[in-house]
């Protein structure tokens, strides 16, 4: 199984609007990141897509994707879905809409704010079919376990990824570590892991604590993401133990 890391960056991306490129060094293309998304893909090519991205359109094209067998959503912040529209291309060709899941709450939110991607309009036929998590067990020959997490005052959508005997989980915007997020994620190949800063944040993971979850569930390798203009990539290498890569826009992993 493969992780594509479409984008790594927190919600304003880096270098934010201004040209401000913070502690980030402009020459490291590494450090040019958009806004957070992944796809994770089975070797018989069946692909998953994790939020739709503010920069969705420009990720798909710089990735080669084409097409997605599902899109699963972690929150309703602008960040992680305000690119759903970007997905119309992809269901171009489809006899029926792209499958898509959440959490409840979500779904909820998602619904009310992009009603026409989800039930059609004025001719237009549905984009996705939007479905909760709540039975949700297998899609696309991949095993799926999501977990809900502390994301500040509101909760955010950790996912599981099984297929080919190997692991991927993604753990992105969260505050806090909780017992149902370590039993989920426990033994995972490879550990998606919010890292916003190195300072505690009110409603994201920071270094240490990222560091710290992906000992404790006992990953075989930990990846940071959502990093903001703090982070310089080469800096950080230095920083993080060996099983930890700093994650950047289009880096690819096997599990």
Request: proline content about 4%.
């Amino acid at each position: 199984m493969k992780l594509i890391m479409l984008g790594s960056g927190t919600s304003t991306g880096v270098p934010r609007v201004g040209n401000n490129w913070g502690d980030c060094d402009p020459a490291e293309p590494r450090n040019r990141r958009t806004r957070v998304s992944i796809v994770v893909e089975s070797e018989e090519g069946n692909r998953l897509l994790v939020d739709t991205s503010t920069d969705l359109r420009q990720q798909l094209l710089a990735n080669g994707i084409d097409r997605l067998d599902g899109v699963f959503w972690t929150h309703d912040h602008a960040d992680h879905c305000h690119g759903v529209d970007d997905l119309r291309p992809l269901r171009y060709g489809r006899a029926a809409a792209i499958p898509g899941f959440a959490s409840q709450e979500t779904a909820r939110r998602l619904r009310r704010r992009f009603d026409y991607v989800f039930a059609g309009q004025h001719g237009y036929p549905t984009i996705v079919e939007l479905n909760t998590l709540e039975t949700l067990r297998i899609h696309a020959g991949f095993k799926v376990g999501s977990v809900e997490m502390p994301h500040g005052p509101t909760m955010s959508t950790g996912y599981r990824f099984d297929a080919d005997g190997k692991s991927i989980g993604y753990t992105t915007d969260f505050s806090e570590i909780t017992d149902d997020m370590l039993a989920l994620f426990a033994g995972v190949d490879v550990l998606v892991c919010d890292c916003l800063r190195r300072a505690p944040h009110p409603t994201h993971c920071h270094l240490d604590m990222a560091v710290d979850f992906g000992r404790r569930v006992g990953a075989g390798k930990t990846v940071l993401t959502h990093l903001d203009f703090s982070m310089d990539y080469q800096t950080l290498c230095a920083e993080v133990p060996a099983n930890v890569l700093v994650g950047f826009d289009g880096l690819e992993l096997k599990a």
